[in-house]
């Protein structure tokens, strides 16, 4: 093949992949109440992979899991996540459930198996495009350390757990306590 028929080739192939890739992310009106197909999430799952430096990656949690720190995790939990993730991380939520993309299960091998690092980095920076805010600054390293104690703690939270930080969910009109379940 000549080699401007190959560029040319390429060139279309090119764009009916970003047509593609348009339509798709294009749905349902932009409305965020739609969930992402199946292509975006995997572009942007690994988009955001390679883009959190191999270093960051690599770190590893400094604490290890105690009573005491799991205990304090749990109420920061409760208080700047839950209202996009749920108290048992579920993402089941009034928020998590009108974003776009969603909050994922964070109890599920998709999140599970994350590094510390590349948690550390999440929690840490944010994930640009998404509701997902960075939290550093104000959060001390400390801080995101012991929530991801507390990640790695929510396969196994108990009902108990879960009615205890209702306690710590932040409160506004009575009667919305269930939008953080
Ligand atoms: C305003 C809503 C909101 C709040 C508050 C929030 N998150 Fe998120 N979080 C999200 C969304 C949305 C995503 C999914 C982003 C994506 O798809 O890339 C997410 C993703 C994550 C992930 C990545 C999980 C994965 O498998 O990719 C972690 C870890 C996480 N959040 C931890 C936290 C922690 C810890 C807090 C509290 C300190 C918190 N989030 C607060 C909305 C929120």
Same mark, same amino acid.
């Given at each position: ?8 080739? &390429?060139?279309?192939? %090119?764009?009916? @992949? /970003? !047509?593609? +890739? ?5 749905? #349902?009106? *932009? ?11 995997? &572009?942007?799952?690994? %988009?955001?992979? @390679? /883009? !959190?430096? +191999? ?5 590893? #949690?400094? *604490? ?118």
């Amino acid at each position: 093949m000549k080699r401007w028929n190959l560029i040319f080739l &390429l060139l279309v192939l %090119a764009a009916g @992949l /970003a !047509i593609g +890739a348009g339509v798709s992310m294009l749905h #349902n009106g *932009l409305s965020a109440h739609a969930t992402p197909t199946a292509m975006e999430a995997f &572009l942007a799952r690994h %988009a955001r992979h @390679l /883009a !959190i430096p +191999a270093d960051a990656r690599n770190e590893r #949690n400094p *604490l290890a899991p105690s009573d005491q720190d799991l205990q304090v995790a749990l109420e920061h939990f409760a208080d700047h996540c839950a209202p996009c993730h749920g108290n048992d991380g579920g993402g089941d939520t009034l928020y998590g459930r009108g974003l776009y993309p969603k909050p994922p299960d964070l109890r599920l091998a998709e999140t599970q198996k994350l590094s510390d690092g590349e948690l550390f980095w999440i929690i840490g920076n944010g994930i640009r495009f998404t509701g997902m805010p960075g939290f550093s600054p104000p959060h001390e390293p400390q801080d995101n350390w012991k929530l991801i104690l507390f990640i790695r703690h929510l396969p196994q939270l108990t009902a108990e757990e879960r009615v205890e930080m209702e306690r710590y969910n932040p409160k506004s009109l009575r009667g919305h306590e269930k939008d953080y379940r």
